[in-house]
Nanobody
Framework: QLQLVESGGGLVQPGGSLRLSCAASGFTLDYYAIGWFRQAPGKEREGISCISSVNVNTYYADSVRGRFTISRDNSKNTVYLQMNSLKPEDTAVYYC???????????????????WGQGTQVTVSS
């Protein structure tokens, strides 16, 4: 059964860090790009980062560039999102999703992804 499972969310103070994981099962991650999205209450889902498969190109939204780092470990079939210098406005449910090989300039389009995880809650608050 094909699955993406996010973990690592939680409550953190402003300025703190979290590392999210996206573990894939039922398919080999090597051939796919993985994107991270987030959705805050009352807001649209936002594409924030993506990592391609072959050349491992990475993409970031302006809102997270310089603070978040996406990486992948194909041997563990897992993609990570290291989040530093967290702000209250980063509070959201974070999702990972799969698309074919290359992120591309439209990596933030949710309709370009075919499988999604269930999400993990990140809350940044003092």
């Amino acid at each position: 059964q094909l699955q993406l499972v996010e973990s690592g969310g939680g409550l953190v103070q402003p300025g703190g860090s979290l590392r999210l994981s996206c573990a894939a099962s039922g398919f080999t991650l090597d051939y796919y790009a993985i994107g991270w999205f987030r959705q805050a209450p009352g807001k649209e889902r936002e594409g924030i980062s993506c990592i391609s498969s072959v050349n491992v190109n990475t993409y970031y939204a302006d809102s997270v560039r310089g603070r978040f780092t996406i990486s992948r470990d194909n041997s563990k079939n897992t993609v990570y999102l290291q989040m530093n210098s967290l702000k209250p406005e980063d509070t959201a449910v974070y999702y990972c999703a799969r698309k074919s090989q290359i992120c591309g300039g439209m990596y933030y389009r949710s309709d370009h992804y075919d499988y999604w995880g269930q999400g993990t809650q990140v809350t940044v608050s003092s």
